[in-house]
Every structure is written in structure tokens, then in C-alpha cells.
């Protein structure tokens, strides 16, 4: 099979053209530095290569470090029969240094190129045109202007791409281009020859930004966004959350009203419908988060934000490009770990790839929905406008953040070494409306791999903690059972929190992943007889009586605490030290422990 | 600022252009980088954007626009167009 390998500047359109050629789902975003990580993909009968955009061949971060190492390697491997290098034509000049260093590479080891000018809708809509004859004249190589957005020429581009990946000398420049130039001044000269005036486009942004960056208006816009993201966690997903749970409900019905009583119907009843769907009830609001996270970086608000918290975040040892891998830490702490690579100073993204896990992930999302339907009202205040569930959890997630910044400012002044800093410079994408099918599609994908990742551990563990429940006296009788007994022994480690048994095999099972907390409690709850609400866990714990201090103790536990061993692997292997994930997980393990003793004790 | 005076990136006034003319104690590898940005000796730039409070400030380059802080904005000199 061979390969055609996809490489251009940041945010050039690089993984939307990924995926419309191959048809995959890549993450797509209005961000520079979106693509950590070299993926590749079926096209035809070819393999497509994305790599992380990159201004240059020089690289100054790990994630260009990675991009460039991997392309100087692919090029000269004989399958690699194409480079396909993507420019922007409203950022041209910037897009043609990096494709002029890329296309001298890949001429020199007898690989064709190929270019495809992307964006030409935007500029179209200012009644501005590129020569792309001339342009390709002047190159030497073919280029295609395309408008990845609209699915404008990328019919022509595929079979250009088909075409070169099977015959490739036809694609080979004769006579060869020049390749002896200062690629700066070369590519100033084709944009100041071919390129578009982009002054219109500027404009626009530029006005935008001095309302989005500039004092007051941008630091409120920045907090109601914010506040936004959170409160429609809990309103958007209302409908669909209760729509699942109505479902659970009828399909239990369905399969076990029929069904003679015995352990067969208690399995289903108790770990199937109890354990796992009381934890599917809160995969909506996992799709609700992913989706509100894209519309940010789809929009390009995401650059401006690293912006705006630049200043603060510096002051704690991080940097305004902490601020996306720790947005990304609210879905889930693996890939936002991956994207701290953007950031260039290895100190600050040390800092940032410690402190990730404190950003409320969607993991933690189905405890925090649980207990807080548990122990708080379904009140408004505020004439209405701010929902009180939603606000206590914006609060779950404002601590996780706080601590975070306690955290690495904590570890800046006594354990991370201050080496030589390096500056923060942050390309401003252009503002853009957001592409809705990719974004749908990511919520839905987002979904489907937190059930697919969780939910074989959810399972097991809920058949493993239903057969020690129900064993050796059945239904009914969970405190004279295996795990009751075995409760008991670690009962007093959540005592003082007026936590019973329970709760203590809930949090130990949930070290292996979050998750398993609510299926834990859910199998538990179906044992112990209350079945006839099977979905409605909430409920069944409301009924059996949980202080507000006991569970906003737990609250506080979940916030602070490392329960995720994948989160811990993938740290392992990006900090390149094995003491440091076990000193995180034990630090974090206390600071939870210690600030759930503080809350109880301060509420109770 | 007047014709012959040389000063500092972070001190440009909103709106207001100059010209990159050299930088100071910013490594090799950092000056090709700002050179491939944009930044090169004899580019103009404009202020588009000072948010208060040190915030970093955001500059036209060429074809894009780069928010700047003051650390790396402070090593490049300018002098008015």
C-alpha cells in the first residue's frame, strides 16, 4: 500500500480534508495545534498520513518536534510515494514558508508534491481572487484550489492524489524548480505576486478581538461563556437523560416481566439494568460537554480564551497555552495530556500535565450528576435565569480549577525547576461559524468511546461486585454477603464522613475508573431491594438517607482525587518518568481525602 | 515615537504601524522562528489590540494576526514607518 503523506502550517484545514478524503472522524478545530498526533487513514486503496502542522522545519515544541522527526524519516521510505501540503490562502505567505521548506525535502528525495490551496470560499466572499495558475507555475508542482468547509475540488484533488500515489514520476517537476532560495523572502514573493489582499478579513477579526480581548467586555464575555458551557451540561441534556432513563425502565420491563423469579432475573434486574444503566443514564451530558467544547473551538474563541487567562495562568507557572489542554481535561484528561505538547516550555507543560487531572473530566460527570440530583433541590434563583443544581456544579468544576492553579503554582515556587522560559506568541485564527455535521458527529463519537472504554470495565466490575453481593444469601441481604462482610473491614476509612459500607466499596472500585462509582452503587441498591426504580438510583439513595455533608464530602473527594490508571499510563509516557505518576497519585489521594474530612467537618 | 527612534514592540499605540528593526537577547532558534512568522527585519506591523493589565497585545504580521506578551514583544525592536 502506499503512502501520501498530509503536512501544511497549523490550522490550515489539514484534519477536515483528512476526513472528508478518508471518511474518518478526526477531531477538527479552529485552533492551532489541534493535531498532537500522527494518524493516518484508508483513502482509496492508499494511506492518507496527517501530521501536526507545523511553521516550520525547525521545530520548537515536541508536538512540531514529533511532526518534523516523523516526516524527515517517512520521506524517504520507499512507500511513501506523495506529499500533499496544504496552504491557507487567507494566510498564504505564512502557509508558503513551511510548504516551500516541506516541497525542497520531498523534491530532493524524488517525491512529488502536491498542493492544495484551501479556504478559497473565505476568500471568494471578499471578492478576492488567488492566480493559482501562476502559483503553480511558479511552484513547480500541481495546486488545487479547494474549500475543505464546502467540499469545494476535493473531487479533482482525490484523483490527483490517486493519480500520484500510483504514478508518481508524473508527478515529478521537470526540469526540477530551483530549490536554492531563502524560503522567508521566496514566499513573500509569490504572496505579494499571486496571493490575495486579506485586509477585509482582518478587519473584521480585528474588530471582533477588541471586543472579545479588550477589558471589561471580554472578561464578561469570557465568564458568561463559561457559565454557559456548565449550565447546559444540565439543561441541554435534561430531555435526553430522561429519555434514556424511560428507556432503561421499558427495556427492563420488556425482558424481565416474563421471567421466573431466581438469580438469572436478579442479575439482570440488579448489575444489568441497576449497575450499568444508571450509569448510561449520564452518557447525554458527556455528548452535551463535547459538543459545547467544539462549538468553542470550531469558532475560534478558544485562541482568544488562551489569551485572555494568559496573564494569570503565567503568574502560577502555566501559560495561556495551558488553557485549551485544560479545557480538553474536562472531556477527558488522556488527550488533553497529548495537547500540553503545543506548549513550548517544557516546565509549563510539566505544570500543565500535572495539574490535568484536576480538571473535572467526563468520567467524574455521572458522580457529580448523581449526588448533586441527590442532595440538591431543583431550585432557580435569580429570578429564574440560574438553575441551583447547574450552579453547585459550575462550583464542583470552578474547585477542580482553583485547585489546579493552587496546585502548580505550589510545585512553580518548591519542586519544578525554573529553567529559560520560552515566549508566548499564539497565531489568532480567523472567527468562523461553526461546521455543525462534524461537531454532531463528535458529540456522537464521544459518546460511543466513553461507552466503549468504560463500559467493559463498568461491566465486569458490576458482575464482579453483584456476585459477592448476592452471594451467599441472594437478593436481599447485602450487609450478610461477601462484599458486605468485606465492606464492613473498610468501613471506617469513610466513617468519619457518615459514609456506610457502601459508599467505601464504591470509592475503592472507582479507582480503576471513575465511572464505576455510580454502577458500583446502582448493583448494590438493586441487591438490597430496590429494584421496583431500577434506573432511578437518585432516588433510591434519597430514600435511604445521605447527608448533605457526607455527600458533598464525596463531591469534594471525586474533584481532587487521580482515579483513572490510563490517566496515570499516558503521563508516565509523556513526562518520560515513572516516580512522577506515583507521586501525583498519592499527593492527589491525600489532598482528596484530607479536603473531603474539611468539608464534613465544616458543614456537618 | 519620532522617524530616528528606535523602541520596543510592546510600546506601539493601538492602530499605530513601525517596522521591525533587530531584536535583542531572544535566541537564534527564535529569530528564525519570528522571521518565518512574519516578524523579519524591515516587516511592518501594526497594534491592533492593547488590553490593560499587561495582557498580552495583539499585532497584524504580515497576512495574520499573533497575540504577543510582553516578555517577547519587549526583545523585538521597532522604529516608526
Known amino acids: 500500500m502506499s503512502n501520501i503523506l498530509v503536512v501544511g ?16 472522524t478526526q477531531k477538527v478545530s479552529n485552533f492551532p495545534g489541534v493535531t498532537v498526533e500522527i494518524k493516518s487513514a484508508s483513502f482509496r486503496k492508499h494511506q492518507l498520513i496527517d501530521f501536526p502542522g507545523t511553521y516550520s522545519l525547525d521545530p520548537l515544541t515536541k508536538d512540531e518536534k514529533i511532526a518534523v522527526d516523523q516526516f524527515i524519516d517517512s520521506i524517504s521510505n520507499k512507500r511513501v510515494k506523495g506529499v500533499l501540503c496544504m496552504l491557507d490562502s487567507t494566510r498564504l505567505e505564512r502557509s508558503l514558508v513551511f510548504a516551500l521548506q516541506a516541497q525542497k525535502v520531498a523534491l530532493l528525495a524524488g517525491v512529488p508534491v502536491v498542493f492544495a490551496l484551501n479556504m478559497m470560499d473565505q476568500i471568494e466572499l471578499i471578492g478576492e481572487t488567488v492566480d493559482v495558475a501562476g502559483l503553480q507555475r511558479d511552484l513547480g508542482c500541481k495546486v488545487f484550489a479547494i474549500s475543505t468547509r464546502l467540499n ?8 490527483a492524489l490517486d493519480q500520484m500515489a500510483t504514478h508518481p514520476e508524473k508527478f515529478l517537476p521537470e526540469p526540477m524548480p530551483n530549490l ?38 471580554g472578561g464578561v464575555a469570557f465568564v458568561v461563556i463559561m457559565l454557559l458551557l456548565f449550565q447546559s451540561i444540565f439543561t441541554w441534556a435534561v430531555p435526553l437523560m430522561d429519555a434514556v432513563e424511560a428507556g432503561i425502565g421499558w427495556l427492563s420491563g420488556v425482558v424481565t416481566t416474563n421471567m421466573a423469579d431466581g438469580m438469572v432475573k436478579d442479575f439482570l434486574v440488579d448489575a444489568m439494568f441497576g449497575g450499568v444503566g444508571s450509569f448510561l443514564v449520564f452518557v447525554p451530558q458527556i455528548m452535551v460537554l463535547t459538543f459545547i467544547i467544539g462549538l468553542l473551538e470550531d469558532s475560534g474563541y478558544l485562541a482568544r480564551a488562551s489569551v485572555i487567562c494568559h496573564r494569570g495562568l503565567s503568574r502560577v507557572g502555566l501559560s495561556g497555552m495551558s488553557f485549551v489542554p485544560y479545557l480538553s481535561g474536562f472531556a477527558c484528561a488522556i488527550p488533553a495530556i497529548f495537547a500540553a505538547r503545543t506548549i513550548a516550555s517544557p516546565r ?56 489546579a492553579l493552587f496546585v502548580s503554582a505550589m510545585l512553580a515556587k518548591f519542586a519544578v525547576r525554573n529553567e529559560d522560559d520560552v515566549p508566548f506568541i499564539l497565531e489568532l485564527p480567523p472567527y468562523r461559524l461553526p461546521t455543525w455535521k462534524p461537531l454532531i458527529q ?42 458486605g462482610w468485606m465492606g464492613q473491614l473498610i468501613e471506617p476509612i469513610f466513617e468519619p464522613w457518615g459514609l456506610d459500607w457502601r459508599y467505601g466499596v464504591a470509592i475503592l472500585a472507582s479507582f480503576v475508573a471513575r465511572e464505576v462509582f455510580v454502577g458500583t452503587l446502582g448493583t448494590m441498591y438493586g441487591i438490597a431491594g430496590a429494584e421496583e426504580n431500577i434506573a432511578g438510583l437518585a432516588a433510591n439513595i434519597q430514600a435511604d438517607g445521605i447527608s448533605l455533608a457526607s455527600g458533598m464530602a464525596l463531591l469534594v473527594f471525586y474533584v481532587l482525587a487521580l482515579q483513572c490508571a490510563s490517566t496515570l499510563a499516558v503521563m508516565r509516557k509523556e513526562v518520560g518518568n515513572n516516580l512522577i505518576p506515583i507521586y501525583a497519585f498519592i499527593g492527589y489521594s491525600m489532598l482528596a481525602y484530607a479536603a473531603g474530612s474539611v468539608t464534613y467537618w465544616l458543614i456537618a | ?41 524591515g516587516a511592518e506591523i501594526i497594534c491592533v489590540n492593547r488590553p490593560p493589565f499587561s495582557a498580552p497585545r495583539q499585532f497584524q504580521i504580515c497576512d495574520g494576526v499573533f497575540s504577543l506578551d510582553k516578555e517577547i514583544a519587549d526583545s523585538i525592536q521597532v522604529a516608526p514607518c
Open chain 1, 442 to 483: 463528535r458529540a456522537l463519537n464521544s459518546a460511543k468511546a466513553f461507552i466503549s472504554k468504560a463500559g467493559h470495565i463498568i461491566f465486569a466490575i458490576t458482575v464482579i461486585v453483584w456476585v459477592l453481593g448476592y452471594f451467599p444469601n441472594g437478593a436481599g441481604n447485602l450487609d450478610n454477603s461477601y462484599l
Open chain 1, 348 to 403: 509549563r507543560r510539566l505544570l500543565t500535565i500535572l495539574t490535568i487531572p484536576l480538571m473535572s473530566c467526563s468520567a467524574r460527570l455521572p458522580v457529580y450528576s448523581l449526588l448533586i440530583l441527590v442532595l440538591i433541590p431543583p431550585e432557580k434563583i435569580l429570578g429564574g435565569l440560574i438553575d441551583l443544581r447547574g450552579l453547585v456544579f459550575f462550583g464542583l468544576y470552578m474547585l477542580g480549577i482553583v485547585a
Open chain 1, 9 to 24: 502550517k497549523p490550522n490550515s484545514g489539514k484534519s477536515l480534508l483528512f476526513n472528508r478524503l478518508t471518511g474518518v
Open chain 1, 180 to 217: 536554492e532560495f531563502d524560503p522567508i523572502h521566496r514566499a513573500h514573493e509569490l504572496h505579494e505576486v499571486y496571493g490575495a489582499s486579506v485586509e477585509k478579513l482582518l478587519k473584521t477579526q480585528n474588530r471582533l478581538d477588541r471586543f472579545f480581548l479588550s477589558g471589561a467586555g
Open chain 1, 152 to 159: 469545494q475540488g476535493l473531487n479533482e484533488l482525490s484523483d
Open chain 2, 1 to 41: 515615537m519620532n522617524k530616528t527612534e528606535t523602541n520596543s514592540m510592546w510600546s506601539i499605540n493601538q492602530g499605530a504601524k513601525a517596522r521591525v528593526s533587530g531584536f535583542v537577547g531572544v535566541s537564534a532558534a527564535y529569530i528564525k522562528r519570528m522571521r518565518e512568522i512574519g516578524l523579519d527585519v
